[in-house]
């Protein structure tokens, strides 16, 4: 089982991206579950969403305490929210930001995860830029399939797709792709670095 | 057809195809999002013919939903927590009349200190109400409920809540089977009330009962019931030679046999508690889990049976009786009277903490070393507990409670953030 | 209490800085003893409406009672976003019961305090419109009955927002909310319904009912201490846009606010033992769609094709208004303007 924890911020679409990435794991012919840690929460406040995808039944409704990979939509959270709780040295850490971890100040803190699964992508400029508004999400998700290869991009697309229609579907989608190919760039540099 | 779909929206799309004429609901989190989606199927013209009626109170969503089935429509409505109690004189009343109105209620706890999050107080408020209380484990579970609950009331001419977790069954993403209209109709004829306001043959419902007869129609509102025992049952294999999926009955089992060790549970909580059983049987401790599916009427025989080769039971419930004892430990204690097995209650994920994998494993562990008290309260912060007792003791006007403890807690993890999501409780230690 | 209208000539906006004014006139948001009722910190949406309609109305209330006041506040936005755990936002007495019990919490509070000869502490109520018009409308209707001796405040988003923007009787027709989504034949909220609460509060002929906006600050404040001037029952109706729920720009709210009023949309008015003794007359009327622009909930309107029957339909219930309250200024009036 591979087990997902998506931080962000009320009204950025955090519980969405858990949906998607379970509608995604099902296009794939895979068992998904996603769900909100939900609260009475105003936008803006700190918000979580779980995805869990597995090759069988999923019977656990336990909240992800261990995630495999950690999806952070608004960088403003890491000072503020204890993100990387359960998050093991082989997690994936994907953050959205266009600012490195020595300008976010957290260098140190996540040298102990390792270079080639500790990846940034700007998202919310990526989505600004093609859809005209600060919605991270979906962008994310594309970045998340390359990097973690838990899902394909193409079944990130296709959720896309069968969530939202016309110009903001193909557009979320664009940035997806986009967001992955930062990612495999990123990483393909880290490679080269180390 | 199989999806990936919201709970809540897979149970709206559900209560689509039993062909509800009215709906009538009162908004309150983590019911929200059923009846936005079974409102949207209304006002698209996909149910039809279905009135939908937005009302001011949940009082009025039972009253109104009263004088729909009065009127021999089918009627459906969906609340949780605050909003049952709210309309808990008109519950009771529905059950006593005899109309087969089928509500869901979205688990969740009930204030002060108020709280949106699952546990299963409020269903349990009104368990002495007369209606029949059937417990959703997973969303499948919670579709397929839904269109045996409709045929049961409809039969029987008795009110059936259908009972899911709030927010972590209605809020979940995952697969389910939704079935197709011509399957639901063959196995949902139109409804035929046992009694109905007709002009053409006019009667007087909800008449003054004195004492001379008062015990008797109580009386068969119980033999009613036991009626239901029997038909449940017979409903599931019905639906599951229909629908090709076994859904509903009394009870569920789960590798039961060979446990001296099992434990009973309602709902989502099943789901976790199987794993940790797995990985029990894994350690060499072999434990059994029995899902109770029906609530009310409460199946004792059924659940005896499940648990007869067992020593030890361990109830999991996410309510109790304050002041006294688990609420299902009680029930499941009387339907083993007279055997030799131990039956412990713990009291698991009140006002929505997460009753985690660890967690679990450890009263399994417990329980199968027999080490469990009578009553226990699982992940409670003990030392929380006792930082207010001791501002009790030492000053008369300590204030009130629940903001204490916040306050404490706050000042305990020294963050100073709120971080206002479930787990985050006991995630601070 | 002697009150000075105040009159703005300023270019375009109508609103003038405090700095303008005399000390006498600025509004108490301006002083700096100010009580700060609802503290900073709370966790309304940015622009809410109701923070800042609540805001205005409890400190005025304080000035009016010198500190002496406890509240009763309903479930809904204002009680979830002010209190969030482990923090509250008040810096008064207050107490959050259930959604449809303010008004007889607050009747309790008022017999306590009557029972105790304390009359130097007085009550107010809060809710929002479902809290008011609906759930708690029997409560309240019987506090206005018996003449509790308490100021309700009714905080109206039109809608149900803090469970995720349902219909309330106080939406509006053709509004798009979550029970009535922008569908079918007749897309968002339908016309004909809805409950016109100050109307039925002055038909119980309490001493006090008036209706205000949080565009007009100063006409709020004026509002509050002229009720807390008052013993008996009375009622405040603030209209406070929510971005959230009416999908509207943060930085509408204010211009919202006064849109609804110079549509004809939301009349300003006060009324004193069942008779109206007061309307606010539009300064310079604009047509709804004005209004309804800039307002995603109503989206399903504009654009092509859009729905102008239904503006239309609008329309008449702002002209109406117009109508009954006499709104708009008659030539010689806008004279002495
Ligand atoms: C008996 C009961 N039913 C339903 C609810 C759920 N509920 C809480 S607040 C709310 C809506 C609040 O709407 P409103 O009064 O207009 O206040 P707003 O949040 O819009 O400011 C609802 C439906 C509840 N708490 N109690
Ligand atoms: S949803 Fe509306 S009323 Fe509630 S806090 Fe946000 S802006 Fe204010
Ligand atoms: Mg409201």
């Keep these: 089982m591979f087990q997902v924890r998506i931080h962000g911020r009320g009204g950025q679409g955090v519980v969405t991206a858990a949906e998607l990435l379970a509608v995604a794991a099902f296009n794939e012919g895979r068992h998904a579950q996603a769900f909100p840690s939900f609260g009475s929460e105003r936008t803006g406040a700190p918000v979580v969403s779980y995805c869990r995808i597995a090759e069988q039944e999923i019977r656990t409704r336990a909240p992800v305490e261990a995630p495999d990979a950690l999806v952070v939509q608004d960088a403003t959270l890491l000072h503020q929210v204890d993100l990387f709780s359960g998050v093991g040295p082989d997690g994936y850490v994907l953050v959205n930001t266009s600012h490195t971890f020595e300008e976010l100040g957290i260098a140190d803190f996540v040298s102990k995860f390792r270079a080639d699964r500790l990846l940034t992508v700007p998202a919310t400029e990526i989505a600004l830029r093609l859809l005209g508004r600060p919605l991270p999400n979906a962008v994310l998700l594309g970045g998340f399939a390359a990097m973690t290869g838990a899902v394909s991009i193409d079944a990130v697309v296709a959720a896309i797709g069968q969530r939202f229609s016309g110009a903001v579907a193909e557009r979320n989608a664009d940035g997806a792709r986009e967001a992955a190919r930062v990612v495999e760039q990123e990483r393909s540099e880290r490679a080269a670095t180390d | ?429 | 209490m002697t009150h000075d209208p105040v009159r703005f000539y300023q270019v375009g906006s109508f609103a003038a800085g405090n700095r303008l004014l005399d000390q006498g006139q600025r509004t108490e948001q301006s002083r700096r003893g100010r009580s700060n009722s609802l503290t900073s910190g709370h966790r309304a949406c940015q622009g809410c409406g109701e923070a800042l309609g609540a805001r205005y109305a409890l400190d005025a209330a304080m000035r009016a009672t010198d500190g002496r006041l406890v509240a009763a506040n309903a479930t809904g936005c204002l009680e979830v976003f002010s209190t969030p755990y482990p923090e509250t936002s008040w810096q008064i007495p207050w107490l959050h019961s259930l959604f449809g019990n303010a008004p007889a919490v607050a009747t309790g509070m008022a017999a306590a305090l009557e029972v105790k000869g304390r009359t130097d502490v007085r009550v107010v109520a809060q809710a929002g419109d479902g809290g008011t018009v609906d759930i708690g409308f029997g409560c309240l209707s019987g506090m206005f009955e018996r003449n509790d001796d308490v100021l309700f405040i009714c905080y109206d988003n039109e809608a149900y927002m803090n469970t995720g923007v349902q219909r309330s009787g106080a939406t509006p027709p053709a509004a798009r909310t979550a029970t009535t989504e922008a569908v079918g034949p007749e897309p968002g909220n339908e016309f004909g319904q809805g409950k016109d609460l100050p109307r039925i509060a002055i038909a119980h002929g309490i001493p006090y009912v008036a209706t205000a906006t949080v565009a007009e600050l100063h006409d709020l404040e004026r509002k509050v201490e002229r009720a807390m001037s008052i013993r008996g029952a009375r009622y405040l109706h603030v209209l406070v846009p929510c971005p959230l729920g009416w999908a509207s720009a943060s930085s509408d709210t204010i211009r919202l606010a006064r849109l609804a009023c110079e549509s004809g949309l939301f009349p300003l008015f006060e009324a004193e033992n069942g008779e109206v003794v007061d309307v606010t007359k539009i300064r310079r009327q604009v047509p709804v769609e004005d209004y309804l622009k800039l307002q995603g909930r109503y989206r399903h309107l504009f654009g092509d094709p859009g729905r102008p029957d239904l503006v239309r339909q609008i329309q008449k219930v702002a002209d109406r208004n117009i109508e009954r309250f006499g709104l708009v200024a008659t030539g010689a009036e806008q004279e002495v303007r």
């Design chain 2, 1 to 429: 057809m199989l999806r990936q779909i919201e709970g809540s929206r897979a149970v709206a799309e559900a209560v689509g195809l039993c062909r509800p004429e009215v709906v009538c609901a009162y908004p309150i989190s983590p019911q929200t999002h059923i009846i936005e989606a079974v409102g949207v199927l209304v006002k698209s013209g996909r149910l039809h013919p279905c009135k939908f009626v937005n009302v001011e109170s949940e009082f009025a969503a039972m009253s109104v939903s009263i004088g729909a089935s009065a009127m021999g429509a089918r009627a459906y409505t969906a609340t949780a927590s605050q909003g049952l109690l709210f309309m808990t004189e008109a519950v009771y009343n529905a059950a006593g009349l005899g109309l087969p109105i089928v509500m869901t209620v979205a688990n969740r706890a009930i204030g002060a200190p108020i709280n949106i999050w699952n546990d299963h107080s409020d269903a349990m408020s009104v368990r002495d109400a007369g209606w029949v209380q059937l417990f959703a484990e997973t969303n499948q579970d919670a579709v397929d409920l839904h269109i045996q609950a409709f045929r049961l009331a409809e039969e029987l001419s008795l009110p059936v809540m259908v009972c899911m977790d709030g927010f972590v069954l209605t809020h979940a993403f995952e697969r389910v089977e939704l079935p197709d209209q011509e399957a639901v109709d063959a196995f949902l004829p139109p409804f035929e009330p046992r009694q109905v306001l007709d002009p053409d043959n006019p009667v007087s419902i909800g008449a003054m009962v004195g004492p001379e007869a008062f015990t008797e129609v109580r009386y068969l509102a119980h033999a009613r019931q036991l009626q239901a025992l029997a038909r449940i049952p017979e409903l599931a294999e019905e639906f599951e030679a229909g629908f090709g999926r076994a859904a509903g009955g009394l009870v569920t089992t789960y590798r039961t046999e060979g446990a001296e060790t099992v434990v009973v549970a309602l709902g989502s909580v099943l789901g976790t508690l199987k794993d940790a059983a797995d990985s029990m049987w894994d350690a060499g401790v072999p434990v059994g889990v029995v899902g109770v599916t029906t609530f009310r009427p409460f199946p004792a025989a059924a659940v005896a049976r499940a648990v007869s080769a067992a020593r030890r039971v361990v109830v999991v419930e996410k309510a109790f009786s304050i002041g006294a004892h688990g609420i299902l430990a009680g029930d499941v204690t009387l339907a083993l009277s007279g055997l030799d097995i131990r039956v412990d209650a713990v009291v698991a994920g009140l006002g929505g903490r997460p009753i985690s994998e660890a967690s679990c494993r450890g009263l399994l562990e417990e329980a199968a070393a027999g080490s469990l008290p009578a009553l226990s309260f699982l992940d409670l912060d003990t030392h929380l507990v006792a930082r207010e007792l001791e501002r009790m003791v030492a000053q008369r006007r300590s204030g009130p409670v629940a903001e204490n403890l916040l306050r404490d807690i706050g000042s305990v993890s020294g963050s100073g953030l709120a971080v206002a999501r479930p787990g985050s409780q006991k995630g601070a230690r």
